[in-house]
Nanobody, 124 residues
Framework: QVQLVESGGGLVQAGGSLRLSCAAS????????MGWFRQAPGKEREFVAR????????SYTDSVKGRFTISRDNAKNTVYLQMNSLKAEDTAVYYC?????????????????WGQGTQVTVSS
């Protein structure tokens, strides 16, 4: 059974940093591009960041560009999201997702597997 398990969420003050981790099992991790999405109360799930299978190509939604960094360690079957200069608007449940497709998609429907989410709360 494929499992994606996020960790590292919590409460942080605005301007602070947080590092999320997503540990994958039950799949060949290097066959999947990995993405981070987030969903705030009352809002649709939003693309945050994506990293290619090899880790050489990354993409970000404009609102986090320059503040967040996605990375992966294929030897550890883990993808990370380093979040710096956090804002109250970053408050959301953050989800890790795996995509076996070839396109660098930002559409949540294109991702094959999802984690349970981890709460990130940024206080102002």
């Amino acid at each position: 059974q494929v499992q994606l398990v996020e960790s590292g969420g919590g409460l942080v003050q605005a301007g602070g940093s947080l590092r999320l981790s997503c540990a994958a099992s039950g799949l060949t991790f290097s066959d999947y591009a990995m993405g981070w999405f987030r969903q705030a109360p009352g809002k649709e799930r939003e693309f945050v960041a994506r990293i290619s299978r090899s880790g050489t190509v990354t993409s970000y939604t404009d609102s986090v560009k320059g503040r967040f960094t996605i990375s992966r360690d294929n030897a550890k079957n883990t993808v990370y999201l380093q979040m710096n200069s956090l804002k109250a608007e970053d408050t959301a449940v953050y989800y890790c997702a795996a995509d076996r497709g070839m396109a660098a998609t930002r559409r949540s429907d294109d991702y094959d597997y999802w984690g349970q989410g981890t709460q990130v709360t940024v206080s102002s």
